[in-house]
C-alpha cells in the first residue's frame, strides 16, 4: 500500500480534527443521560482491558502506556510484540511475517530497553535487542511502557523502558484453568512445496491458577506451543543505489546510469517451533512479608528452506548495459554526480547465473529466574530481588550452488508495486547440462550464549503529611557474559566434478509457487547432491583466521544507586503530585577477540609463496559513569483532566556485538565492499540523551479517553559504523579502518495523540461499539554515517515519522468482533548490518481481524485473521532514496486461526 504525503497529511488532519471533537460530544451526549444511569455495565473483555490499561495510565507517576490481560491473546497475537504495537508511538517489526521487535517513538530496538517482572533478561540477538517473539502472548499477563524514567526504574533506554509481567497467583481470588486450542492456515502455505503441512500448524496453551493455605500460598504455572509453517515468497535486486552503488557511462543516454549489480529470488518454506512455560509461586504469611518466585523458559527453533536463483551482471565497461529503447523512469540524482540518471529496466549482460538450494536452522532457549522479598513494617518497606537468566543460540546457514556455464543476457524490472521481474533470453536454470553443480558456502555456523544474574536491594520510607510523601533508595548490581563463535567456510567440488546432477537428486525443475514473470529453477535434494559431489558437509575444527574473527566475548558489570523523593501538595487548589531523584551508574566492561593483520607472505614449498594470516588474541578494558535525574509531575485540573510534565537525563549501552575488538585489516584493504568491515570497536561508550515530554490527559467516560504528548529528546551521542573511522598502525604502516564510533547526536521531537471512545451512550444495540485509536508524528535531525565510501547521510535507524493505530471493537450478547490496523511510514533500516540491509524501509500498514463467541463463563470459540490485505515487506535504495528502486519484495501471505478457548 502506497501512501503519499499529501495523503499522511490529510489523514493527519482528519484524525486531529475527530480527536478533538470526538470527546467533547461524547462527554456531552453521557452528561445529559447522568440522571438517567447510575451505573455503567462493562460488557466485552476488549473494553475491560481498555479501562484497566487506563486506570494504570492514569494512576502513574510517569508518562506510561499500558496493556492488560484481557488485552493480550484477543487479536491475533502470535507474540506480545502484537499487543504492544497498538500502544501510541510503538511500531513493530516483522520476520517472516511475525512480529519481532518494538520502536518507541521513532527510535530502533537499540535504543530501547526491556525487562521482565522487572528484572533485565538475558539476550537472545548478538546486539541488545529483544525479539518479543521469544515470550508467547499467553503467558503475559501485563505490560508497561514506560516513556519517561524515574529513579528507581533500571537506566538502560533512550526511547523508553519496556516491562513484561507474569501472572501473580495471589491476585486471584479462586482456582483459575483455562485451556486454549487453535489451528492455524498460512494462506502461501500451500502453494510453497516446503512449507510444514502445507500451511497448517497448530497453538496450544493451558494455564493453571491456585491458592492454598487460606489464600496465603498461591501457585501458578502455564505452557504455551506453537507449532507454524514459514512460506514467504521474495525478489531482490542486490545495492540498488546504495551506498556502494554500480555505476557506467552510457553513451546512448550520454549519461551516467545506476543499476543493481545482481538479484536474486527465493521461495522460503519450512517450519517455527515455540514453546514456553511460566511459573510462580508466591507466599504472604502476614502482611508483612511476601517471598515470591517466578520462573520463565522459552525455546524458539526455526527450520528453513530457501530456494531460487541468483544472478549477477557483466562489469564489461565497454558495453555493460544494453538499454531497452528508453529509460523508464529516469530522473536526476544529486548524490550521483550531475546528469546521472537510474535504471530501472533494462537488458543486461549476465557474469553469473546459479540455482540456490539453501538451509537456514536456528535454535533458540531462554531461562530465567527470579526470586523476590518484600517486608512492610510500619511506614518502612524493604524488597530484595535476585535473578539469573541465560540465553543460547546455534543457527547455521548454508547454500549448494550451481554455475551456469554460458548465462548470457536477462531483461530485468518492476511490476507497478516494485517487485522485481527477470526474464532469461538466451540461457536456463533447468538445463542439466549447462548448470553445473558450483560449491557449498556456509556463513555462518554460529553458536552464541548470554548469561546474566542480577540483585537488587530497595528502601521506601513513607511519611503521613506533608511535602515530601516518600523517600526511596538503593542499589543494584548485575554481571553479563555474551559470547559468539562462528565458523565461515565454503567447499568445493570433490568428486564427480562436471557431471550431470542424477535425476534422483532433482526434486523439481518449476517454479510453481513462484509469480510468472520470473525463470524456473532447479530445485534440488540438498543431502543428495552434498554426498554426490562433496563427500559430505565438512564440519571444521574452529581456529582458522576467519573462525577467530568472527568470534568474540563481552564481559560487563554494572553497580548502581539510586535516591528518589515522592512528593504531593496543592496549587491554587489542585492536587500535584511528583518526584525527583537521580540514579548514579558505573559500568565496566572486557572485551575479548582477535585481531588480524595484514597477510605475510610465507614460502610454503620452494618456489610456492603463499599468503598466510597473521592472527592476535587481545583483551580491552573500558568503563564509564552516568548521572541520570529525573523528574515526574502531575497537576489534576478535576476528576477528569491532568497535565504530566517530566524531564530526564537517559542512557542506552552499545550494541554487544559492536564492541567486539575484532579488526581485520584484510578486509577492509581487500574486501569486496571496502569499508563494509566487521570491526568492532570495544572503546564505545554509550547513546545518551536529555529529554522533556508535556502530556494532557482527559478520562471524560467510563471506558473513553484522550489524550496528547509532546516530547523532545536531544541526543548528545550516537553509534554508527564509519568508513576511515580509525587509523591502525601495523608493521609500521597505517591502515585505514572502518568500525563503530561514537559521534555528535541531535534531537528527536514528536508528539502522540490518543483516543479512546465506547459508544455505551447510543441505543441497543449500538451501545456495543467502540474505538480506540492513536497517532503520533516524529522526526529528527540525527545523521548517521554510513559504512562506506559515500557522502549519503542516512537518518536514524527506525524512525518513522508517520505512526498510526485503529481499532473497531463491537460486543453484543457474548459475541465480539474487532478490526485493527496499523500503520508506519517509511524508515531507515539498519546501516550497521552488512549484506545490502542498509536500504529503506517502505511504508507497511496491516489489518488484523478478530472474531469470537462467549457461549458462557466457561467456552469461546474464535476466528482471527492476520495480515488481511496480504501487504508485502519491501525495501528500497538508500542513496537513491527511490521508491521505485525495490531491493527486497517479500511476501508473507494472511494467516487465518480457528480456536476454542475453555475455562474454569
Known amino acids: 500500500m502506497k501512501h503519499t504525503p499529501s495523503n499522511t497529511f490529510v489523514r493527519t488532519s482528519l484524525f486531529v480534527a475527530v480527536s478533538l471533537l470526538a470527546p467533547i460530544a461524547a462527554a456531552q451526549s453521557t452528561a445529559s443521560q447522568e440522571d438517567l444511569v447510575e451505573e455503567v455495565v462493562v460488557t466485552g473483555k476488549f473494553l475491560k482491558s481498555l479501562q484497566t490499561a487506563a486506570e494504570i495510565k492514569r494512576n502513574s507517576a510517569s508518562v506510561v502506556e499500558a496493556i492488560s490481560a484481557e488485552d493480550i491473546g484477543q ?209 504472604q504469611p502476614n502482611e508483612n512479608l511476601e517471598i515470591a518466585y517466578d520462573g520463565f523458559w522459552s525455546s524458539f527453533d526455526i527450520s528453513e528452506n530457501q530456494r531460487g536463483f541468483d544472478f549477477q551482471i557483466s562489469n564489461n565497461f565497454d558495453n555493460q548495459w544494453d538499454l531497452i529503447s528508453t529509460v523508464p523512469t529516469a530522473y536526476t540524482n544529486s548524490n550521483l554526480g550531475a546528469g546521472a540518471v537510474d535504471l530501472i529496466s533494462g537488458t543486461v549482460n549476465l557474469s553469473s547465473l546459479r540455482n540456490l538450494n539453501e538451509e537456514y536452522v536456528q535454535d533458540d532457549e531462554l531461562t530465567s529466574h527470579g526470586v523476590n522479598v518484600k517486608w512492610s513494617q510500619d511506614l518502612w518497606t524493604v524488597a530484595a530481588d535476585a535473578g539469573i537468566s541465560e540465553t543460547s543460540r546455534d543457527k547455521r546457514w548454508a547454500t549448494v550452488r550451481t554455475e551456469n556455464s554460458a548465462p548470457g543476457r536477462a531483461t530485468f524490472g518492476a511490476t507497478n508495486d516494485g517487485r522485481m521481474t527477470f526474464k532469461l533470453l538466451d540461457a536456463s536454470l533447468t538445463d542439466t547440462s549447462t548448470n553445473n553443480v558450483a560449491n557449498i558456502q556456509v556463513q555462518p555456523q554460529a553458536e552464541g550464549g548470554d548469561e546474566l544474574s542480577s540483585f537488587k536491594l530497595d528502601f521506601t520510607r513513607d511519611f503521613d503529611n506533608g511535602f515530601v510523601q516518600a523517600v526511596k533508595f538503593g542499589a543494584a548490581i548485575s554481571s553479563r557474559d555474551k559470547f559468539e563463535h562462528g565458523q565461515i567456510w565454503s567447499q568445493s567440488v570433490t568428486q564427480n566434478a562436471g557431471a550431470a546432477i542424477p535425476a534422483s537428486a532433482i526434486i523439481d525443475a518449476k517454479s510453481a509457487s513462484y509469480w510468472s514473470d520470473l525463470p524456473d529453477y532447479l530445485s534440488v535434494d540438498r543431502n543428495a547432491v552434498i554426498n554426490n559431489y562433496f563427500g559430505g558437509l565438512k564440519n571444521p575444527t574452529p581456529g582458522d583466521a576467519d573462525d577467530l574473527i568472527s568470534s568474540w566475548d563481552v564481559s560487563e558489570d554494572i553497580s548502581a544507586q539510586y535516591v528518589q523523593l515522592d512528593m504531593g501538595t496543592e496549587v491554587f487548589g489542585l492536587a500535584l503530585t511528583g518526584n525527583l531523584g ?264 496491516y489489518w488484523d481481524l478478530s472474531l469470537s463467541y462467549e457461549f458462557n463463563d466457561h467456552y469461546k470459540v474464535y476466528f482471527q485473521v492476520q495480515n488481511l490485505t496480504d501487504e508485502p515487506y519491501k525495501t528500497y535504495g538508500l542513496e537513491s532514496n527511490n521508491p521505485n528502486h525495490i531491493n527486497k519484495y517479500e511476501e508473507f501471505g494472511s494467516r487465518y486461526s480457528v480456536g476454542l478457548n475453555w475455562k474454569l
Do not use: C
Not at 537506566?155 to 497467583?169: A, F, H, M, R
Not at 505452557?223 to 531482490?236: K, L, P, W
Not at 564509564?624 to 542506552?652: C, G, H
Not at 540525527?782 to 505512526?803: C, H, I, M, R, W
Open 75 to 283: 487479536l491475533p497475537d502470535v507474540s506480545i510484540s502484537d499487543s504492544l504495537k497498538r500502544l501510541p508511538g510503538l511500531a513493530q517489526d516483522r520476520d517472516r511475517g511475525n512480529g519481532s521487535q518494538i520502536s518507541i517513538r521513532g527510535m530502533g530496538g537499540m535504543l530501547g530497553f526491556t525487562t521482565l517482572n522487572g528484572r533485565e533478561v538475558a539476550i537472545l540477538e548478538e546486539t541488545r535487542n529483544i525479539r518479543y517473539d521469544q515470550f508467547p502472548s499467553e503467558l503475559i499477563n501485563a505490560a508497561q511502557v514506560y516513556k519517561t524514567p524515574q529513579a528507581w526504574i533500571a537506566e538502560g533506554g533512550v526511547s523508553g523502558t519496556v516491562n513484561l509481567d507474569t501472572i501473580k497467583p495471589l491476585d486471584y481470588d479462586s482456582t483459575k484453568v483455562v485451556v486454549d486450542l487453535r489451528a492455524t492456515s498460512s494462506e502461501l502455505g500451500k502453494d510453497v512445496d516446503d512449507a510444514a503441512n502445507n500451511g497448517i500448524g497448530q497453538r496450544v496453551s493451558i494455564s493453571y491458577i491456585d491458592q492454598f493455605l487460606d489464600d496465603t500460598l498461591g501457585v501458578a504455572i502455564g505452557y504455551s506451543g506453537r507449532s507454524e509453517s514459514i512460506a514467504t515468497q521474495r525478489a531482490e535486486l542486490w545495492n540498488y543505489g546504495d551506498t556502494w552503488h554500480n555505476t557506467q557511462w552510457n553513451s546512448e543516454l550520454g549519461a551516467n546510469v545506476i543499476a543493481p549489480w545482481g538479484g536474486s529470488a527465493l521461495v522460503r518454506g519450512g517450519e517455527d517451533e515455540r514453546q514456553g512455560v511460566m511459573g510462580a509461586v508466591q507466599w
Open 582 to 845: 537521580v540514579r548514579n551508574v558505573e559500568t565496566e566492561t572486557t572485551s575479548s577477540g582477535y585481531q588480524q593483520g595484514e597477510d605475510v607472505w610465507v614460502e610454503v614449498t620452494p618456489g610456492n609463496w603463499q599468503p598466510q594470516p597473521v592472527v592476535n588474541a587481545v583483551s580491552v578494558d573500558h568503563d564509564y559513569s552516568d548521572v541520570l535525574p529525573s523528574t515526574n509531575w502531575t497537576l489534576n485540573l478535576n476528576d477528569e483532566q491532568l497535565i504530566r510534565f517530566a524531564a530526564a537525563k537517559t542512557m542506552a549501552r552499545a550494541p554487544v556485538n559492536m564492541m567486539s575488538p575484532s579488526v581485520n585489516l584484510n578486509e577492509d584493504l581487500w574486501g569486496s565492499n571496502p569499508g563494509e568491515s566487521t570491526s568492532g570497536n570495544p572503546k564505545l561508550d554509550p547513546f545518551r540523551a536529555d529529554q522533556a515530554d508535556l502530556s494532557y490527559e482527559w478520562y471524560y467516560a467510563e471506558g473513553s479517553q484522550f489524550a496528547a504528548t509532546l516530547f523532545y529528546k536531544d541526543l548528545e551521542s550516537f553509534i554508527a559504523r564509519a568508513a576511515d573511522a580509525e587509523t591502525v598502525v601495523s608493521n609500521g604502516k597505517e591502515y585505514k579502518v572502518s568500525r563503530p564510533i561514537n559521534g555528535s547526536g541531535g534531537y528527536i521531537r514528536g508528539y502522540e495523540l490518543l483516543w479512546q471512545q465506547s459508544f455505551d451512550f447510543l441505543p441497543a444495540p449500538f451501545n456495543g461499539l467502540g474505538i480506540y485509536t492513536n497517532y503520533s508524528h516524529n522526526e529528527s535531525n540525527v545523521e548517521q554515517f554510513v559504512p562506506l565510501n559515500s557522502d549519503y547521510k542516512a537518518g536514524l535507524t527506525g524512525l518513522s515519522e508517520d505512526v498510526a493505530n485503529f481499532t473497531l471493537w463491537y460486543y453484543l450478547n457474548g459475541f465480539e468482533a474487532r478490526t485493527s490496523y496499523s500503520y508506519r511510514s517509511e524508515f531507515q533500516r539498519d546501516i550497521n548490518l552488512v549484506m545490502g540491509e542498509e536500504g529503506m524501509n517502505d511504508a507497511e500498514g
